[in-house]
């Protein structure tokens, strides 16, 4: 008896909820709902993609060139590590040329004198692994971050005078390169992002020519980025 | 991920090739001077010269005529030029031109040594037409330079060494001077940087 009695009213309950809705809804029809990730962020991006102007300031060995450089590029892309919007890898590709130029004048060692301009130029590439992680959600309208790359560096060297130049000397080694900087979007979860930054780079390339012990730079990297589900 | 690594591929053919140099016109506007002296000599121990003034030795690889070792004055307003130029500085430090029948302390001799060379090289393009599919294409490479030498010459042979002072300058070639200009401005820097060139 109570138990007929529980059950009329369940199901007279059951009625009543699905009338305010929809009268002649099924019962037990799942309702559709967008499938969103179990972690904090609402974002549903996975991966990313940028390219974005370098520019830096030789920190090392600052006889052969000390002017800061605006020649320079990195593209890179980042994958969510997991389900958290927190950890980003991927890779890097960086490109940077520095140059100096020397006015004319006289050098002297013992009894031999050379009167020249001179031009030094420094090509460097890296190409690293990267670990970014970020503050907050990537929903956010401005995300801050901290990243760490680790790979390879090749440099190359060389000094122009009249026709004449020396015979480009390069080297090969490691290259690792903390940043930090922060995303904006133009609203909130954008597809389209600035991406700017600053880091400082360290490479262990060597150059006995020119007298470089490893190549440290310092720079800041400002670019476009694009989220992509 | 297959988008982020086209990426980097295409990022990094394309500047692989990105290595600016500077421009050609920039870097020939001044010639290199080198000078060298014999660190034994005292130029004070002398004080007479001897040179041609109308005619400097000039040696080129290219000439098909190898026996025309010479360039005048009446074929080159350089010619005059540079020797003027010279003989102006070695009066100006206090030396006295004479001639070579006069026992000259010093002999000045300037010459030019010019070389032009070629070279070619074969490359391979697999897409153009040829038996297997492809074909070899010369390449050539040419390069032409030319440098002035200034030799001063112990005659009175107080010292040991091949030269008392000697200066190399250059690329004659390449320069965009159409007149003497540039090439006298180097003879200029030549004696400048070397102060200890004085009776």
Not at chain 1, 3 to 30: C, T
Not at chain 2, 158 to 178: F, H, N
Request: hydrophobic share 35%; with cysteine; aromatic share 16%.
């Amino acid at each position: 008896m109570v138990f007929s009695i529980a059950f009329v009213g369940s199901v007279k309950a059951q009625y009543y909820y699905d009338r305010s809705k929809n009268p002649d809804k099924i019962p037990n029809q799942p309702k559709q709902t967008r499938s969103r990730s179990s972690s904090s962020s609402s974002s549903n991006y996975s991966k990313f993609i940028f390219a974005a102007w370098d520019g830096n300031k030789p920190m090392s060995n600052s006889s052969f060139i000390d002017q800061s450089s605006s020649l320079g590029a990195r593209f890179g892309f980042r994958k969510r590590l997991n389900d958290e919007d927190k950890f980003w890898v991927g890779g890097d590709l960086s490109w940077s040329v520095y140059n100096q130029y020397f006015p004319y004048q006289t050098y002297t060692t013992g009894t031999q004198s050379v009167s020249t301009d001179l031009y030094d130029y420094a090509y460097n590439y890296g190409l690293t692994v990267n670990i970014d992680y970020f503050f907050l959600p990537m929903e956010k309208l401005v995300v801050p971050y901290a990243g760490f790359g680790i790979g390879i560096a090749y440099d190359k060297f060389n000094q122009y005078y009249n026709i004449y130049g020396d015979t480009p000397s390069d080297s090969w080694g490691l290259l690792v390169r903390p940043e930090v900087g922060v995303l904006i979007g133009y609203k909130q979860n954008s597809r389209w992002r600035l991406k700017a930054a600053v880091h400082y780079d360290y490479s262990s390339n060597t150059n006995s020519t020119y007298g470089y012990k490893g190549f440290t730079n310092a720079g800041l990297q400002i670019g476009i980025l694009k989220m992509i589900r | 991920m297959k988008r982020g690594r086209l990426l980097l591929l295409i990022g990094l053919l394309f500047l692989w090739g990105c290595e600016p140099k500077p421009t050609l016109d920039k870097l020939v506007k001044s010639m290199v001077v080198t000078t060298d002296y014999n660190g034994n000599a005292n130029f004070g121990n002398y004080s007479t010269y001897t040179m041609v003034l109308d005619t400097i030795s000039y040696f080129d690889n290219s000439d098909p005529n190898p026996a025309d070792t010479i360039a005048t004055a009446s074929q080159s307003t350089e010619v005059h030029d540079i020797t003027s130029r010279v003989k102006a500085k070695m009066d100006s430090v206090g030396y006295s031109l004479v001639s070579k029948k006069s026992a000259p302390d010093l002999w000045v001799y300037i010459y030019v040594n010019e070389v032009y060379s070629a070279y070619q090289s074969y490359s391979y393009n697999p897409y153009s037409y040829g038996y297997y599919g492809g074909s070899y294409y010369p390449t050539v490479s040419v390069s032409d330079q030319a440098d002035l030498y200034i030799y001063i010459l112990d005659l009175k042979h107080k010292v040991s060494g091949p030269y008392l002072w000697a200066a190399d300058i250059g690329d004659l070639v390449s320069s965009p001077d159409q007149t003497s200009a540039t090439v006298v401005r180097a003879i200029n820097q030549a004696f400048k940087q070397s102060p200890y060139i004085k009776k």
